[in-house]
């Protein structure tokens, strides 16, 4: 249980694109949805958290207009990177929660995105 | 933002040995703690998580221990295996429906 997907698993895009990351949530439903970036020899880096209906709250120095989150249903949230560019080049963890209360979250596997 | 050009502190043991890894963590009213091991590539895999009220807790081949007055948290893995080889991040998170604050990570090597 509690298996949480990412699609795609690796995607490449040119400079000036926009491309959308998906996160879901298998086998529960996930009030709580969570945006990591991680670059290399790094850690996991909170980009934001959404939780489903409303909007989502982005860490200092995240852009939202740049990194654009939908959590429309209690399985799917969304992750759009606008307009591209090079130092995007990441990679894009989501985790979930299943309940406003609960500490345990389950993470997905994770998206590989190059900017060229 | 993101310092460049950081590196993963590194340990590296021989196979059957068994590991340590340490964290410091900084919020005395963190009351979870948890382990993940990250493999090249993939997301967090959930290891062992402990909560303040305990010192230790163990799990298959892993041990957590927690010393909330030097505020560390440290994983044993008993007889350590290649496949073990990952990088090991220790989280901590205040209340529950809080967010995680993920620790810098350790990479383990497991020589053969």
Known sequence: GAVVSQHPSWVICKSGTSVKIECRSLDFQATTMFWYRQFPKQSLMLMATSNEGSKATYEQGVEKDKFLINHASLTLSTLTVTSAHPEDSSFYICSARDGNFAYEQYFGPGTRLTVT | ?112
Request: neutral net charge; glycine residues 8%.
């Open chain 2, 1 to 112: 933002g993101e310092s460049v050009g950081l590196h993963l502190p590194t340990l590296s043991v021989q196979e059957g040995d068994n590991s340590i890894i340490n964290c410091a963590y900084s919020n005395s009213a963190s009351d979870y703690f948890i382990w993940y091991k990250q493999e090249s590539g993939k997301g967090p895999q959930f290891i062992i998580d402990i909560r303040s009220n305990m010192d230790k807790r163990q799990g298959q081949r892993v041990t957590v221990l927690l010393n909330k007055t030097v505020k560390h948290l440290s994983l044993q893995i008993a007889a350590t295996q290649p496949g073990d080889s990952a990088v090991y991040f220790c989280a901590e998170n205040e209340r529950s429906g809080s967010r995680l604050t993920f620790g810098e990570g350790t990479q383990l090597t497991v020589n053969p």
